[in-house]
């Protein structure tokens, strides 16, 4: 291509898109409201055929309206074990956010150290965490707070590189931890595949006390119902390998029923379950038990869960689609400088444009209403190195918007390539 | 009287309370299940007439269905700020549980301390805290677990000794805290008067950084509606002298709407808030706004909040009368040796049996199939130096159950102090 023609039309472009007084924000995961519409839908037909505020006394004999069950109601123990293969006491329901249950689980290794530690984390020189990257920006804004260190590992299509993480846990006792979204990863939407997750189950770790923070996020999140990836069960793989304890498995109905008004869940071994539970005792009385009846009406079985989450697919896989046809054909020309993924469920796809042209991309983006994923977010402390991840977030907007703001960052990518290359 | 004579008496009388196979319990403050039956109608009726699951859109504009608004909807935060009388931007609206946000707030201060401290808790030799006692046990739980000492202040009816406080924290700087129930206690029922409100605001800290937990739990959990007991506005009386970080306040809807499945709420100053939102932020995306919003349907105003209480206070009110007028009746000998509270409000009577004589009660009590608090739990570390004080909570009880076990409790207290006597 002609680099200076190929300039002056995207600027032409962009001036044009400019000039529109576009407004758009595809930078968080959240659903649609057509997505949340039909879950509420759901819940209030669930509520209405059960009687939900009159029948509130489950299999616990306990009344869901009243103080009671720290570990959750049996229901959905019972539904979370049959989803994440889990003996049911070897679960917790918690609240509305898996990210407080992490939260949580980082504070008590902090102040308490967990049953292989020597000491309480806070009584160690330095705390150092794994953190594969691209990955996600909770997790490790979370940590630095926590003032650890942040070790960055590449990812690739079948998840870290776990040659570089074996030699690192089994040289380094400071590292205590790893950040894995297991299935469609937080940009990328790779799934882990049976090695990697044989491989972080039976690695030898340095630090007896190394955790796996096990953020299962998007289990069940499929965009072709038709075509179910699954990923092993590493609970169970690191049992078979005399590392019970290396993992804290998370999870959530956050993108199943509604975003913050969910159900979190936290599955680990018995030891570590103990120590939770016996935690969890001073910070309080129970989590929110009419919360998780209401849950319990709605998704009785495994089944229910994934019927229903055939049924959300269809609000998520057509933005996907266009997002990925708009990318391809915007961007057929521009192979050799930009990657992008293509996911087969999760809620977000990971762009990568040329080297050192990320900021300038989100900037240009900005400049012209349209707000992504802060870039650099998707790295430790903000800094990608190669100034070039973007994670882009389909799923919020209208699809008109989406085709619009598609077509504008498309336009911006090319423009931040070309001023590059035309220096 | 002739001990002798009433000891076999009541030894006798114990036989055939035992001889009746009792199963009751009257340990926890848990609102009765007519309570929460008539709290299920409220929210069904309020749910059907505003059509909750359709109508999730209020004055944020925000989604109550989806994420955003870490500091909970402006509905809340309004009514909460006109409740507690604090400026609305001095709010948070937290999860189903204060206690939580207790437990929050001190994991904050151990790992960050707070703006005036010279360093995070958990790195100074030792942090006490002060617990007026008897106290809420789970106050004091959650401290030793984090390894604090607990330092024991007497309460007297105008709320804790305020000479002695005042000199503790004036010569002590490793005291950090208080624990406080301003109104209705647990487990006296005992109301601070301004003078103590006021003392707390002003009194000196050797300690920068003390704070007050002060646990407003029942604010508007009055027995006669027309006898509204309030408290002092502490927050103003902090900031009037100078102390405006000083405290954190707490309150909860846990017995106005659902125990385990209400709302919870942090007042504090400017500079707290921020560091609570700050640290927050890092914790959840949010707290559940459905269950926000469906209480905001229901509680519009505080008007609603104490019309709501009144009503509510006719599921209580019975039972502490029948329990008080027990007591009295059956116990008019034993004046010289037991003493307890008339409390107007709240969820508890505090019951002070003979020296020595409480172990022995809570034991006949549970040999007899009547489960009581567990005696010693209002006190720091679980140890009542004077074995006397034990905590009646008569509200989840059937009455005809509660009329049961009063007579059986006042029984065997008398049994206790009679084996005493006899010795």
Redesign the interface.
Known sequence: MNIKNEFENEKSNYETYKAKGISLDIS?G??N?SQ??Y???V??AA?NKND???K?IGIDKS??????LPNGISELRNLFSDILDVPVNNIIIG???S??LM?DLI?IN??FGNPQSRRPW?DEVKIKFLCPCPGYD?HF??IK??GFEMIPVPMTPNGPDMDIIEKLVSEDDSIRGIWCVPIYSNPEGYVYSYETVMRLAKMTCSAPDFRIFWDNAYFAHHLDPNRINTIPDILKLCADHGNEDRVYEFASTSKIS????GIAVIASSKKNIAQIQD?FK??????????MWRHSLVFKTKADVYAHMAKLSEFNRPKFKATNDILESELKDYGRYVHFTHPEGGYFLSFNTMKGCAKRTYALCKAAGLIITTVGDTYPNSFDPDDSNIRIAPTYAEMDDLVQAMHLFACCVKLAILEKLNL
Chains 1, 2 share one sequence.
């Open positions: 968080r959240k659903p409201k949340i519409d879950i509420a839908s819940f209030k509520e939900f505020y009159v509130r009344d869901a309206g009243n103080y009671g609240g509305n956010s990210l407080s939260y504070v902090l102040l806070k909770r804004a979370m707070n926590f509604f975003p913050g008004a935690q001073y910070k309080t009385i129970g989590n929110d038990k009419m919360n």
